[in-house]
């Protein structure tokens, strides 16, 4: 997917600190403190690092999965989780950081959504399932993550059983393939939807000739296989997945008895996690409470 400009990362590092700053400064009162303590992990023989922050009383866990591009650990997104009663283990990409390992992605040559490389990605996050299930077995644990890893969590979670419920940020439902031809056909062109139609993007996604050659990672065959709860929370502004054709196959998937729920913001784009609307990560925290928590 489109790297996001160092900029536009400072900015919503910059509005999750507001968002946390807001929240503690509302509700000091109803919070425990949150312990936070450095650990480290293997997987796939590479030593990765990150933090667990824990809550006193934690009603469900959480490991948080990167998007693409070279991300370390989300402390101040996992700061604000924990002060909602998860517990989160958040953790440096592998090559980012305090990891070990080589990060894959455009801008160093490589292809970071090569099956080989999300399917590695996967056994990373469910690496830290493992350490944080062993550190806080009481709770339901979860995966959460932002654009890319809609696919890598597919992946986890048909592996891995410990893993109970979803929730994915502006992720894709179609191939990786289908992905990069929306995302080449939009060109980062913010007025992309003032000129084109949904009937435009579909046709184009169906017929346009792959740029590049690579076996396709397709998430619904995995999401298939699953029964877990999960939430996607989409914009409808996005120019790199086609967010009514994902929700179009949730749909399919809902009528097919899957728990799998979204939400659709018509004023936000790709980044509903940070943007100044904080309502979808509120939903998301709501939806935790409601579907997955344990009530201690």
Same mark, same amino acid.
């Given at each position: 997917m489109i790297q996001i400009k160092f900029t536009k990362i400072a900015k919503s590092i910059l509005i999750v600190f507001l968002f946390v700053t807001q929240f503690y400064q509302g509700n000091a009162q109803s919070f425990d403190p949150i312990k936070s303590e450095e650990i480290t992990f293997v997987s796939e023989g590479v030593t990765l690092a990150g933090t667990i922050y824990s809550p006193k009383?934690?009603?469900?866990?959480?490991?948080?999965?990167?998007?693409?591009?070279?991300?370390p650990r989300m402390d101040e997104f996992a700061k604000l989780l924990a002060s909602n009663g998860i517990c989160v283990l958040t953790y440096d990409k592998r090559g980012v950081g305090k990891s070990g390992g080589i990060y894959a992605g455009p801008e160093v040559g490589?292809?970071?959504?090569?099956?080989?490389?999300?399917? &590695?990605? *996967?056994?990373? !996050? %469910?690496?830290?399932?493992?350490?944080?299930?062993?550190?806080?077995?009481?709770?339901?644990?979860?995966?959460?993550?932002?654009?890319?890893?809609?696919?890598?969590?597919?992946?986890?979670?048909?592996?891995?059983?410990?893993?109970e419920f979803m929730i994915l940020f502006s992720c894709p439902t179609i191939t990786t393939l289908e992905q990069l031809r929306f995302q080449f056909y939009t060109d980062g062109r913010t007025d992309f939807w003032k000129t084109h139609t949904e009937e435009d993007a579909r046709e184009h996604i169906k017929n346009d000739p792959d740029k590049y050659q690579f076996t396709a990672t397709d998430p619904k065959i995995l999401l298939n296989r699953l029964s877990i709860p999960g939430l996607w929370l989409f914009g409808e502004k996005d120019i790199q997945i086609p967010v009514?054709?994902?929700?179009?196959? &949730?749909? *399919?998937?809902? !009528? %097919?008895?899957?728990?799998?729920?979204?939400?659709?913001?018509?004023?936000?784009?790709?980044?509903?996690?940070?943007?100044?609307?904080?309502?979808?990560?509120?939903?998301?925290?709501?939806?935790i409470k409601q579907k997955v928590a344990v009530k201690n």
């Open positions: 009383k934690p009603h469900s866990s959480l490991v948080i999965v990167h998007g693409s591009g070279q991300e490589t292809n970071n959504i090569d099956s080989n490389n999300l399917n &590695l990605l *996967a056994n990373d !996050a %469910n690496a830290a399932v493992k350490l944080l299930q062993r550190r806080n077995k009481n709770t339901p644990i979860g995966l959460l993550g932002f654009s890319q890893a809609g696919w890598i969590i597919s992946i986890a979670a048909s592996k891995n059983p410990l893993i009514k054709l994902c929700i179009e196959q &949730l749909n *399919a998937f809902k !009528a %097919n008895g899957k728990p799998f729920e979204y939400s659709l913001f018509p004023s936000l784009g790709h980044n509903t996690a940070f943007s100044e609307n904080t309502t979808p990560v509120e939903i998301a925290l709501e939806w």
